[in-house]
């Protein structure tokens, strides 16, 4: 439900979200391909295990937790993109990394 | 602009350090870098701007036109700071701040101290806390969250979304979504409608000031073609997995509008977590409505070397804060000797004179677009804690049952302010709902301590900097 | 001006809440009287353990106490659930220490050996790393062993702390939080607190300020031989559970976040904290368990301990002022339900519990003689 306006085209790079490669572009926080590729919750609670996705952008929500090549926890809005990078979702799974 | 690659590249100890590369972190170290002050800067996000001025030195002359003059105006100051001699290291999240001036420093993986002889504090404003209903569901964001999308990744939402709240960013983010050819699906003005006589006494101030015209221009433009519902209340959001509408009363209508994206915002309070974990004295503002640091014309706050300035010190905007960085880094440059008290006095005295008509303007800002006080604290139904998943009820009860005289009492018995974000989305709201609970001030109040790390770092990077610090192992068992 | 009440208790904190509960359920009419939102409170940083292991090692009445109490917790635990509702996730599956030395095993072992000599019951066993392993299975290669005694265990103090607060105002008690006593006068057995949000009248009183008994207890003819002792803790992000057992030096807490901490400072101030020992706590916690090397720490903070000249608790009766007692100790977590259910009744019955009367001043004053 997010859209890039027509002429913001910059380079990309493939990265994978929960096994699936999309494309976004070089520039573009976690968080926001996220949001770009349709990925609308990005976590659910420790606490009750409600939806959650990012709400401020800009680091001090901490909603946006997202396990970026097999670390937990990461917070997508304050990493951008890399080339191949692995992102997982934390939904319905506790992000433990000890397990 | 010397740019630092690693830690590594970090000398162990600056003249200065910046936190934060923002107007006012850039204008500071713009200042002192021309006065011969070793300077570095430290930043969290890839590249300089802070929030306002996002992605400014990538952004393409669409984007530009879209985001309009204030935003592009950033550029010359970017570069201006490009051209300086501070040294500079972008993602550098600095998770500690001491009295004696030592940070904690880390980045790509690894933590360093560091020591200022002078510390800015320049880390600006985050959105202030809105605790309605649903206002965790997924679809729901900040105002700022979007205008982030649109600076950074060209990223608009649409086309059913509703922008929610009073503020000048609400009417600007509007404008940039109508510039780029989205459409809105209405906006719901909180706006109470009294502000209107608690402003008029600062209309003259305003109507002097650069913010008017620009203001009644865009407010003008956006009324002629968005939906915009005045005097709203009883705000909430419902869905289940998702944001799917949003309920409210609008001049003691109800309304219900089915949505996608649900933007809130009434205005943006300081970011203090750093100040406060170091202990700088604090002071409630009634007028603008949140806590500002105690500090000196020049921003040195209650603990000597450590300054401030920028929206981390009052909401005053991205023009003032480029005026309080340079102002606090003539203080610092005074201070360590690097330029003479005549310099100082001329230079403070101009610089007074070109901001005093964007100060007026701020008067008749902060009290137009005051707060609803329904929005201040949480309803009983809405999570007050995002964290730690606090309701407002349950807030209500516990300070109700358990007398609770202040935050720090309430966090022990409820977690509220315990989780990630270390209070930043509930600080306030707890704050003030108990004030409101006890029939008394803020200030009498209190505000949750922060202790370190005031951002994320890892048990392992902690445990890394043990090299330097062997004595360590000796008071542990 | 307040109304009369039986008992004033000083201090909200695990111990005074603990007691001031006890008493109120047995019907007494008390006020539990505590300082501001921002205190020395050690109530607030400590480590939650219920914890028996290597305790009274130099003073064997004092092993004892914590078993009995670590023993009566369960009961208590549901006693509070069933009260309030507030759960307290309170566990008794056994607590190690584990050991990253040969030399620190050979210890354990001699000072557990000590307590087992006064008390061949005392339950305890030297682990190897082989038996350890299938425990624990994350444990680093470090780690050469451990002690294990089955009496160990721990609780959400958090949640400890406002159950007690909710029970006692369930079972009637009065709280006057923001009044710290500044003067105290005795008149015809009366006593007289004056507090900074008006005057208190009270028939007997409990000094249970922590710290603050110090100066209090100089107003009802107590020398109290306390200092502070500042101990840190980081806690990290929640995680999925995996530490089934509690630690003397890292636990995992209900919610999910790891604790991590048990430092020994002669410090007053609790409002910073020392990156040196942080970082030697950290180093250590991930030694022995190399997992929570990549976890975020969420905070970090200080606190003050409660000790006494010897560690133990004292309670005692003033000889100068009848009717006023002192009452302070480091483990208000392990100590509640005896404090509850064995120390307010003897406080009140006036025949005190000769396990109790062990815990006196004149300990002190005989060493000195």
């Not at chain 2, 921003?299 to 929206?311: C, F, K, L, N, Q």
Request: one cysteine or more; glycine letters at 10%.
């Amino acid at each position: 439900m997010l859209r890039r306006l027509d002429d913001f085209s910059t380079q990309t790079v493939r990265i994978s979200i929960d096994d699936r490669t999309v494309e976004v572009q070089v520039g573009d926080s976690v968080a926001a391909a996220l949001l770009l590729s349709g990925v609308t919750t990005t976590r659910t609670t420790v606490v009750s295990g409600a939806p959650r996705a990012p709400y401020c952008m800009m680091g001090v929500c901490f909603e946006c937790l997202v396990t970026i090549d097999g670390v937990a926890n990461r917070q997508a809005c304050m990493v951008k993109v890399e080339k191949g990078m692995n992102v997982r979702t934390q939904i319905d799974r506790h992000p433990g990394r000890t397990t | 602009m010397i740019s630092l690659q690693s830690l590594m590249n970090l000398d162990d100890r600056y003249e200065l350090i910046v936190i934060g590369a923002g107007p006012a972190g850039m204008a500071a170290a713009i200042e002192a870098t021309r006065n011969g002050v070793k300077t570095l800067v430290l930043d969290e996000n890839g590249a300089i701007g802070g929030q306002i001025y996002r992605s400014i030195t990538t952004a393409t002359p669409k984007r530009l036109a879209v985001l309009g003059k204030d935003y592009a105006g950033g550029a010359e100051l970017a570069r201006t700071f490009t051209e300086s001699g501070a040294a500079y290291l972008a993602k550098a999240t600095v998770w500690r701040l001491t009295a004696d001036r030592e940070l904690g420093v880390s980045h790509d993986g690894m933590a360093k101290l560091i020591t200022g002889e002078r510390v800015l504090v320049a880390t600006g404003a985050l959105e202030r806390p809105f605790p309605i209903a649903g206002w965790t569901l997924p679809g729901v964001m900040t105002a700022g969250a979007a205008q982030i999308l649109l600076k950074a990744s060209g990223a608009v939402m649409g086309p059913k979304m509703v922008l929610a709240g009073s503020g000048p960013l609400l009417w600007l983010l509007a404008s940039q979504y109508l510039a780029a050819d989205v459409p809105l699906l209405a906006i719901l003005d909180t706006t109470p409608r009294k502000n209107v006589l608690r402003a008029i006494p600062h209309l003259p101030g305003f109507m002097a000031s650069p913010y008017f015209r620009k203001g009644l221009g865009l407010v003008t433009k956006v009324r002629r073609a968005v939906r915009v519902y005045k005097n709203v209340d009883k705000l909430r959001a419902e869905g289940s997995e998702r944001v799917e509408r949003v309920r409210f009363s609008a001049s003691g209508k109800e309304h219900s509008l089915e949505l996608d994206h649900l933007l809130l915002h009434h205005g943006v309070v300081p970011e203090m977590n750093l100040l406060r974990s170091v202990g700088c004295e604090m002071a409630w503002d009634e007028e603008q409505i949140c806590w500002h640091p105690i500090a000196s014309a020049g921003g040195e706050t209650s603990i000597p070397g450590i300054y401030v300035a920028g929206d981390g010190r009052a909401i005053y905007g991205a023009e003032l804060a480029r005026f309080g960085g340079r102002r606090a880094a003539l203080e610092i440059s005074k201070s360590l000797g690097a330029i003479d008290g005549a310099a100082f006095e001329h230079l403070c005295a101009q610089l007074e004179q070109e901001s005093r008509p964007f100060i007026r303007g701020r008067f008749f800002l902060d009290r137009m677009f005051r707060p609803r006080r329904e929005h201040l604290t949480p309803a009983h139904d809405a999570l007050v804690c995002r964290c730690e998943e606090v309701l407002g009820s349950t807030l209500h009860d516990t300070i109700f049952r358990l007398k609770v005289l202040g935050p720090n009492q309430l966090k022990a018995f409820l977690r509220s302010g315990m989780g990630p974000c270390q209070g930043r989305q509930c600080s306030l709201s707890v704050t003030q709902t108990i004030a409101k609970l006890r029939g008394v001030s803020p200030e009498d109040v209190g505000a949750y301590r922060i202790r370190p790390p005031v951002k994320p770092i890892t048990v392992g990077q902690i445990a890394n900097l043990q090299t330097r610090h062997k004595r360590g192992l000796e008071c542990l068992q | 001006m307040h109304g009369e009440f039986g008992y004033a208790v000083i201090g909200g904190g695990l111990v005074g809440a603990s007691l001031a509960y006890g008493l109120a359920k047995q019907g007494q009419k008390v006020v539990m009287l505590d300082e501001a939102d921002i205190a020395r409170r050690a109530s607030r940083g400590n480590f939650a353990l219920v914890w028996v292991q290597g305790k009274g090692a130099a003073f064997p009445v004092y092993s004892d106490w914590t078993i009995s109490s670590a023993l009566a917790w369960s009961g208590f635990a549901d006693e509070l659930e069933e009260l309030t509702g507030i759960r307290l996730y309170h566990r008794r599956p056994g607590g190690f220490v584990l050991c990253l030395s040969e030399d620190e095993l050979a210890f354990r072992a001699e000072e557990l050996g000590k307590l087992k000599a006064y008390n061949a019951g005392y339950p305890f066993e030297i682990l190897s790393r082989e038996e350890l392993v299938n425990l624990l299975p994350q444990i680093g290669p470090e780690v050469v062993g451990a002690s294990y005694c089955a009496l160990d265990g721990d609780v959400n103090s958090l949640m400890l702390l406002r159950s007690l607060h909710t029970a006692f105002a369930l079972v009637g008690g009065t709280s006057l939080p923001g009044s710290k006593v500044v003067d105290i006068q005795c008149n015809s057995n009366v006593y007289r607190l004056s507090t900074l949000t008006g005057k208190v009248y009270a028939n007997r009183i409990i000094l249970a300020a922590g710290l603050g008994n110090r100066e209090l207890g100089s107003m009802v003819g107590f020398d109290v031989p306390v200092r502070a002792q500042r101990g840190e803790i980081m806690v990290t992000e929640k995680i999925a559970s995996f530490l089934h057992y509690p630690m003397h030096v890292i636990r995992q807490t209900n919610e999910g976040g790891v604790m991590i901490g048990d430092s020994h400072e002669e410090a007053e101030d609790y409002n910073s904290v020392s990156i040196p020992i942080q970082s030697g706590m950290a180093s250590r916690a991930v030694r022995m368990f190399p997992c929570l090397e990549p976890l975020n720490v969420v905070r970090m903070w200080s606190a003050l301990r409660v000790l006494s000249c010897d560690g133990y608790p004292i309670y005692a009766h003033s000889n100068t002022h009848p009717g006023a007692y002192l009452v302070t100790c480091h483990s208000g977590v392990t100590l509640a339900a005896a404090h509850a259910h064995r120390l307010a009744p003897s406080i009140h019955s006036g025949s005190w519990d000769p396990i109790i009367s062990s815990f006196g001043l004149e300990r002190f004053h005989a060493e000195a003689a």
